[in-house]
């Protein structure tokens, strides 16, 4: 015999998506529920399944319905499926549901749904399965809410491979150094054209920026360290930043920012960050998260052949 726990938390490992289904009971009111468990069963006929607890509120209502809808829910939805989800509130407060087939309500906003005659219903130990006939559905482009390991996430859509025409190179569109390069240039233009105004050139900035990492540092050193991104200085920058009053040298032929300097650089990486907000708006935690994952290790894994130039 094992622990239930087990059980569910092994169950869990299998991703599925997230539905609502809802009906009408007996008075004539909507009812609603959030399940995972539901299933295509047939094409011809049109068949699916879901399974309600035994012990769900709802299961009279399901039972005696002849009709129910079922709602697969997109990735903005999460809030809809935790309401669906409790007991003891109006769950379809502020919702504006239309009507389906049999009066069902149907959600707004979701990735697909389909309206459903109660077809069978069997017993599955401690639930009850439901197989309906699908006699309407509706579908849009929204990615579907995931339920995995007792949490909910998001699918990630893999790239599409790209369409042939003028203007598409298989190639450089799916090449990795290319479409870093190519989103370096773009996320970075608004920067660098704020950067112009203040008649600040690349190696300015490239120098600003290092020297602030690094303290102090000698002429050699920031041409050694900056020569991989093609803005490395050369004696006529470092005169211009001194001149500007940006740098100040020191002991040992070694250059450290002024306080002039480190406060032109935090004005300019203040702009660059409420840039980066507004590039940002729009991708979720889940996405950004694993786009700098994969960047960090990317730069760890390359970077282990120079290892001076980040240390």
């Known amino acids: 015999m094992f622990e239930a726990t087990h059980f569910r938390d092994a169950l869990g490992r299998f991703a599925t998506g997230v539905t609502i289904v809802t009906t009408r009971d007996a008075q004539g009111q909507p009812v609603g529920v959030t399940a995972n468990s539901y299933n295509s069963v047939s094409l011809d006929p049109p068949l699916v399944l879901w399974s309600l607890a035994k012990t769900s509120r709802s299961m009279q209502a399901f039972q005696q319905s002849a009709h129910f809808a079922i709602h697969i829910l997109a990735c903005e939805q999460q809030e809809l499926a935790h309401r669906f989800a409790s007991r003891g509130e109006d769950k379809f407060a502020g919702v504006k549901a239309g009507a389906g087939v049999g009066e069902v309500p149907l959600l707004p906003e979701c990735a697909a749904h389909f309206e459903c005659e109660t077809t069978y219903q069997y017993e599955g130990g401690d639930h009850v399965i439901f197989v309906g006939r699908v006699l309407n559905f509706a579908k849009s482009d929204k990615r579907p809410l995931i339920f995995h390991q007792g949490r909910f996430t998001r699918v990630r859509e893999q790239d599409a491979a790209p369409e042939a025409g003028a203007g598409n190179n298989r190639y450089t569109d799916n090449f990795l150094p290319y479409l870093l390069s190519r989103a370096h240039v773009l996320v970075s233009s608004p920067v660098r054209k704020y950067c112009a105004e203040l008649g600040i050139a690349e190696p300015h900035y490239a120098t600003l920026g290092m020297l602030s990492m690094i303290g102090r540092a000698s002429a050699a050193e920031l041409m050694r ?63 950004l998260a694993i786009g700098k994952r994969f960047l960090r290790t990317l730069i760890e894994r390359s970077s282990a052949d120079m290892p001076a130039l980040f240390d």
């Open 225 to 287: 360290r900056l020569a991989h991104t093609g803005q490395a200085p050369d004696a006529e920058i470092f005169r211009d930043l001194a001149a500007r009053g940006w740098i100040e040298s020191g002991p040992e032929q070694t250059w450290h920012l002024s306080a002039t300097g480190r406060e032109v650089f935090i004005a300019i990486l203040s702009r660059s960050r409420a840039m980066e907000e507004d590039l940002l708006e729009g991708f979720d935690q889940d996405e």
